[in-house]
């Protein structure tokens, strides 16, 4: 499990993106880091997990208010993961991330509750829009 604050900045504040916690559970660690440090410079307080075990923690120890998930993790799959985060953190909103369209984990997901589904490759764009779409 990895923090990474946000940085200082009149857009953060202005915008209110520092009071934004958002976890993300990635086992592509390029893609983890890559996003967490997008994020970070957009001025939201970033933590991440590569696996189940570090999300669940993660929810235990952080409040968070956004949680973007890979739907396939090599500890559990990323549905399961939700389900338990969401007995921890109720309120978090978590959207899932995917490279594979796995119809069954998909349909599962969204059963379950969660917010969207982002499929990969996706822009950092496409990131933000989910952002402000969830906190509009």
């Not at 921890?88 to 119809?103: E, L, N, W, Y």
């Not at 059963?111 to 952002?131: C, E, N, Q, R, V």
């Amino acid at each position: 499990m990895k923090i990474i604050t946000a940085k200082k900045s009149k857009k953060s504040i202005k915008d209110g993106a520092n009071q934004i916690a958002i976890l993300i559970v990635e086992d592509d660690q390029d893609l983890r880091e890559s996003l967490a440090t997008a994020l970070r410079d957009e001025g939201y307080h970033v933590i991440w997990a590569q696996d189940a075990d570090e999300a669940i923690v993660s929810v235990k120890a952080h409040k968070v208010n956004i949680v973007f998930m890979d739907i396939c993790l090599p500890d559990m799959n990323g549905v399961e993961v939700y389900k338990a985060i969401k007995k921890i953190q109720p309120t978090a909103t978590t959207v899932m991330m995917t490279g594979f369209f796995v119809q069954d984990l998909v349909n599962a997901a969204i059963s379950a509750g969660a917010y969207d589904i982002l499929y990969k490759p996706f822009t950092m764009d496409d990131i933000l829009k989910m952002i402000k779409k969830i906190t509009s």
